[in-house]
């Protein structure tokens, strides 16, 4: 089986043609290279393949050879050129490999096993009886043994496992909010996982896992630069520049949930405005139990004056926000997704004002300054797996060159 390399920082860029590498020392290289040739194209022919990834005809002849035989591709029937023969066509092979991607929440355990090409094969919740480390490990490790048996998979088709958290990483002035994980902040999650797992294992914020779903397979699919405003328990922000996740000095950019804005003329912090669990503390307040996603569709359906005066408060405290976002980074688009109905998100968009004086105010756009995207509990759980997929379509040039 193909074997990847270290996890780039960020994401593959929109398909441009580049310079491939022809000795062996970097063949790892090149097998991404046409990897991600292919998963762009769909559907493509050697020649084509040649021109994306900047390799020679023969290069990638004998490439397409090794990934078929490895069960990475597959023929996908023939192509008409106009003259001369049909044009053989290559696709990525769906059960080639498999991912597997973890959530970790305070409360409950996420994973998502998911093919090749990002379709999910078994999602589960797992409840949580706490949030101790060994229990979770325990969990984790349960979780995929159990997988593999109902889906008659051998560990070795795993490439990997994909671990989201939430953030902060380490000891910081944030530590102690109520989305934390209590315990983690002083080890490295990844080592710890590996060794629990015994898979190569990749560990990311929920935030910057779920814009790199949603720039594999959503609607930030050929966007270079946006940032992905999650919500989960808190609130996070994933942001991609130029094809690659920003991290900051420790793996903590995007702490969006904690800076000030004024709502109503008050100073507050962001997520304790618009997050889920500002949605579940304010409902709380006036008698009202919401503990998952249908609950606060139905409130929505019957126009729960509560839920609607929420909505009306996240509106307000996420339109500054989206201004400090769109002035500071200068995104293609600023995306909304995560742990929260559509029908809540396409409420807080319509009603979020986005003021003329911004850099993204541009008359050239092609798209609109806020979009929706994916949704739902697992949209960070399969950003896990996105981890792992995401090593198949990144060249990474060897180190000894």
Avoid: C
């Avoid at 023929?75 to 003259?83: K, L, M, P, T």
């Avoid at 998979?153 to 990997?160: A, W």
């Avoid at 328990?233 to 804005?261: K, M, P, R, T």
Wanted: aromatic residues 6%; charged residues 15%; proline residues 5%.
């Amino acid at each position: 089986m193909f074997k990847f390399g270290a996890l780039s920082e960020g994401m593959v860029s929109t398909l441009k043609p580049q310079l491939g590498a022809n000795p062996e020392r970097a063949r790892s290289h090149n097998k991404q290279l046409v990897l991600r040739a292919v998963r762009h194209a769909g559907a493509v022919g050697r020649a084509e393949i040649a021109r994306a990834s900047g390799l020679s005809t023969q290069a990638v002849s004998n490439i397409i050879s090794d990934l078929l035989d490895e069960g990475l591709l597959i023929e996908q029937g023939h192509r008409s050129a106009g003259r001369g023969l049909p044009v053989q066509q290559y696709a990525i092979k769906p059960g080639g490999g498999y991912a597997f991607g973890i959530e970790v929440r305070p409360t409950a355990v996420f994973t998502a096993l998911v093919d090749l090409v990002g379709t999910p094969v078994l999602t589960q919740r797992t409840p949580l009886p706490n949030a101790n480390k060994a229990t979770i490990l325990d969990t984790v490790n349960a979780e995929m043994g159990r997988t593999l048996t109902q889906t008659q998979l051998k560990k070795d088709m795993l490439m990997g496992a994909g671990i989201v958290m939430p953030g902060p990483f380490g000891e910081t002035g944030l530590s102690g909010t109520a989305s934390e994980l209590p315990g983690w902040n002083t080890d490295e999650p990844a080592e710890v996982f590996a060794s629990t797992l015994d898979l190569p294992v990749f560990v990311e914020n929920d935030a910057n896992a779920a814009a790199m779903a949603e720039r594999m397979n959503g609607v930030a699919r050929g966007f270079d630069s946006f940032a992905y405003l999650y919500f989960g328990q808190g609130l996070g922000l994933g942001l991609v520049q130029n094809g690659q996740i920003i991290q900051g000095a420790f793996g903590n950019a995007g702490e969006i949930g904690h800076i000030q804005v004024l709502v109503d003329e008050t100073s507050v912090e962001l997520e304790s405005a618009a997050s889920r669990l500002s949605a579940q503390t304010f409902l709380a307040n006036h008698g009202l139990s919401v503990t998952d996603m249908d609950e606060l569709i139905s409130l929505y359906s019957s126009a729960n004056r509560h839920l609607m005066a929420w909505l009306e408060q996240a509106a307000k405290a996420l339109s500054p926000a989206l201004l400090i976002i769109e002035n500071l980074f200068d995104p293609e688009t600023v995306i909304l997704g995560g742990a929260m109905p559509d029908l809540l998100l396409d409420h807080i968009i319509a009603r979020t004002s986005l003021p003329e004086r911004s850099i993204s105010n541009r008359p050239d756009r092609s798209h609109p300054r806020v979009m929706r995207g994916t949704s739902g509990r697992m949209t960070a759980t399969l950003g896990a797996a996105a981890l792992v997929l995401h090593q198949a379509f990144t060249p990474t040039i060897a180190a000894a060159r």
